[in-house]
Nanobody
Framework: QVQLIESGGGLVQAGGSLRLSCAAS????????MGWFRQAPGKEREFVLA????????IHADFVKGRFSISRDLAKNTVYLQMNSLKPEDTAVYYC?????????????????WGQGTQVTVSS
């Protein structure tokens, strides 16, 4: 079982940046997909970005459009979500998730390990 703890959320003005962190523990992540999802008030959870722990593959949602990026620090067992040019519509709870075994990367139902989420609020 992988334990995930997100941090780095907060309040930022439109056009600003935030970097979210997801610290993983409890299991080796070799072969895992590490993903970021978000859920805005009144909306379903949606996929943002994902990367294989090896770094060989990365996928992202269309709305990312070069504003967000994902990275890993293998020594720290941590995945990061760098968000730039933030918009009010990016306001949501952001979740980190891990998927072992067969994963496409963007399907939330394949992810079996989830963090508690971190709130990101973008003011206009």
């Amino acid at each position: 079982q992988v334990q995930l703890i997100e941090s780095g959320g907060g309040l930022v003005q439109a056009g600003g940046s935030l970097r979210l962190s997801c610290a993983a523990s409890g299991h080796t992540l070799t072969g895992y997909w590490m993903g970021w999802f978000r859920q805005a008030p009144g909306k379903e959870r949606e996929f943002v970005l994902a990367v294989t722990w090896s770094g060989g593959r990365e996928i992202h949602a269309d709305f990312v459009k070069g504003r967000f990026s994902i990275s890993r620090d293998l020594a720290k067992n941590t995945v990061y979500l760098q968000m730039n040019s933030l918009k009010p519509e990016d306001t949501a709870v952001y979740y980190c998730a891990a998927c072992g075994g067969y994963c496409r990367g963007d399907d939330e139902y394949e992810y079996t390990n989830w963090g508690q989420g971190t709130q990101v609020t973008v003011s206009s």
